[in-house]
Every structure is written in structure tokens, then in C-alpha cells.
């Protein structure tokens, strides 16, 4: 399907620099293939009224499932830490419900402010269903929340990335939080890394 977006002012990258197009703009299954492009033929022709395009942001680091944390955010990472250790324990039954629920409302949010590029770690099953490019991050680390993951092995990272591809989103590996990585993380990091040849990405903070 080719739609012809007219009366529309786009932002684009001209080597490596912005430049702002006036006009019309061809969309061919998805794909952006031309500006101030004369055809007689679309299949739809949308008319813009001088609204803005940008490309898409990218969010680096998303806890899709830990909105409800935010009234905490501004304590120091080793008590913010705690606490959300505390928390996720008390939650008991509830948590998934809690989960489910932060993940929809921050997924969206994110993608109201134009980020439809998100990179999260455990949020291969809320993600499904959204129109996003996803980045999923199997985190490494040796709290008492995350460990598991850890714990699994490759045996457990390979499945990861199975599930990953199955809803085509691109796994890749996370060093969670420095204050949990020893080098026995970094070796297995180096293992899951050489073994799916995607992102490392390393968080610094929880913040």
C-alpha cells in the first residue's frame, strides 16, 4: 500500500544534520520512500494541516513494570534499592496484577511522547500487541530479585533469545546494576554476548 502524506512539514537527517521538508511524503508498506514525489497514483492520500513529523526517540532503559515505585525515585540508589526488594516481597500476589498494569500505562506514556523504540528486560510478554521496536536485555546481576536469571545459565539465556525472536524483539544481554556484577557476571556477560552477537548494554544506575 502507498500512502501519500501532503500539506506536512518533516524532519529529516542530511548528513548527520536536521533539515525540515515542506510538502507531501510517500509511505510504501511502512517505509518512508520519497518526499515531493509527483504520482497520480496512492492508494490513500492523508492531508497533515501543517502538523510536524520527527523521527522516533528511543528510550535506552525502560522498568515497564515499576511505575508505582516512582514515588521512591528520589532516595539514594542503595536505599532505593532496598526498598524495592522490600516491596517486591510484600507484594506477594498482587504483583503480577501491579506489573501488568505500570507496564501498560508506562508503555503507553512512552509512546505518546514519541518513543516507539524501547528497550526493557522482562517485558517480552506486555510488549506483545504494541505497535514498537523492542531491544530486550537479559539482566545479569546477583540481586535477590534478578538472580534467577543469572541462576538459569546459558541453558536459560537461549531460551531467552528464542522467546525474544519469536516476537520479534532483538535480545541482548544487560549488566544490571554495578552494585550486584562480579566477575563471575562479567565472564557469563562475555559467554551470552559472543553467543547471540547483539547489544551489551551496561546500567550504571537505577536512576
Known amino acids: 500500500m502507498i500512502k501519500n502524506y501532503i500539506n506536512g512539514n518533516y524532519i529529516v537527517f542530511e548528513n548527520e544534520m536536521p533539515i525540515l521538508i515542506k510538502g507531501s511524503m ?4 511502512g517505509i518512508v520512500r520519497s518526499f515531493n514525489h509527483d504520482d497520480k497514483f ?6 497533515m494541516g501543517q502538523k510536524l513529523i520527527t523521527p522516533v526517540f528511543c528510550n535506552l532503559h525502560l522498568h515497564l513494570g515499576e511505575k508505582f515505585f516512582r514515588s521512591k525515585a528520589k532516595l539514594p540508589l542503595l536505599k532505593y534499592l532496598e526498598w ?46 504494541y505497535d514498537v521496536k523492542a531491544y530486550a536485555g537479559f539482566p545479569i546481576m546477583k540481586s535477590e530479585k534478578l538472580q534467577k536469571f543469572y541462576l538459569s545459565g546459558m541453558e536459560g ?19 544490571h546494576s554495578l552494585y550486584y556484577t562480579d566477575e563471575n557476571c562479567l565472564e557469563f556477560a562475555a559467554k551470552c554476548h559472543a553467543y547471540s552477537n547483539s547489544f551489551l548494554a551496561v546500567h550504571v544506575g537505577e536512576d
Open 42 to 47: 496512492y492508494d490513500q492520500i492523508i492531508d
Open 26 to 29: 510517500q509511505v510504501e508498506d
Open 157 to 175: 539465556y537461549k531460551a531467552y533469545c528464542q522467546d525474544c525472536r519469536e516476537k520479534g524483539i532483538v535480545p541482548g544481554v544487560f549488566l
Open 84 to 129: 524495592t526488594e522490600r516491596l517486591n516481597k510484600e507484594l506477594l500476589e498482587d504483583k503480577e496484577k501491579l506489573r501488568l498494569l505500570s507496564a501498560k500505562e508506562t508503555i503507553e506514556e512512552n509512546i505518546g511522547f514519541g518513543n516507539y523504540i524501547l528497550s526493557t528486560l522482562r517485558g517480552n510478554d506486555i510488549l506483545d500487541g
